[in-house]
């Protein structure tokens, strides 16, 4: 069962506009939300998390949005630029469960 | 600080073979996580350690694979009898038991399987 659920496989946007980054998940349980970039041959790193007691986290370019009611967070970065283009993961504790990811490319 | 490692960087098995791929955490962290990455797919969560609890093993996608954590540090995720659809990126994260519960991921294990 996929409980962290990632829509979009891919997104290219232009450097220096928004890339929102969309993640639904179907575990009322989840409390905590994290996001997760991945570049090609390495292993993920964390980027942002947001508790659910929020429903908002920014950290510099970054902001994570979620709406506990439609069970959806998601991340935008603003403005994008090319070194952000990665795979983008969320993810949901507790037991962790990451959606498929979605690769993000920002042209210059 | 020394981050999580893991051996080795890439394997190549014949089908039939079992491995053996090893993960060290950071150094005091408590909860070690297995994922494996296919390709062109997401993170698959295969099993999570949780300092002397019984680790949560819900993920592993049969009773070939299985994962041991000796001494609440280093694991070892074992593959019997290796697939081919077992060939994957099989990554490992740590993290320390606090609130942010941030994992560090180690630079995975490239298994691929002939």
């Known amino acids: 069962d996929q409980q962290v659920k990632q829509n979009s496989p891919s997104l290219s946007v232009q450097e220096g506009r928004i890339s929102i980054l969309n993640c639904d998940y179907t575990?009322?349980?989840?409390?905590?939300f994290l996001w997760y970039k991945k570049y090609p041959a390495e292993g993920p790193t964390f980027l942002i998390s947001?508790?659910?007691?929020?429903d908002k986290n920014e950290d510099g370019r970054f902001t994570v949005f979620l709406n506990k009611s439609a069970k959806h967070l998601s991340l935008h970065i603003v403005p994008s630029q090319p070194g952000d283009s990665a795979v983008y993961f969320c993810?949901?504790?507790?037991?962790?469960?990451f959606g498929a990811g979605t690769r993000l490319t920002v042209k210059p | 600080g020394a981050g999580v490692s893991q051996s080795p960087s890439n394997k190549v098995t014949e089908k039939g073979k079992d491995v053996e791929l090893r993960c060290d955490p950071i150094s005091g962290h408590t909860a070690l996580y297995w994922y494996r990455q296919s390709l062109g797919q997401g993170l698959e969560f295969l099993i999570y350690?949780?300092?002397?609890?019984?680790?949560?093993k819900s993920g592993l996608p049969s009773d070939r694979f299985s994962a041991e954590r000796t001494g609440g540090s280093v694991s070892t995720l074992t593959i019997q009898r290796t697939q081919q659809e077992d060939s994957a990126v099989y990554l490992c994260?740590?993290?320390?038991?606090?609130?942010?519960?941030?994992?560090?991921f180690g630079p995975g294990t490239r298994l691929t399987v002939l």
């Open positions: 993810a949901a504790k507790s037991c962790v469960r």
């Open positions: 575990n009322s349980m989840f409390d905590y």
């Open positions: 947001i508790s659910s007691i929020k």
């Open positions: 994260a740590s993290s320390s038991r606090g609130v942010n519960n941030e994992q560090f």
């Open positions: 350690f949780q300092g002397n609890s019984a680790p949560d």
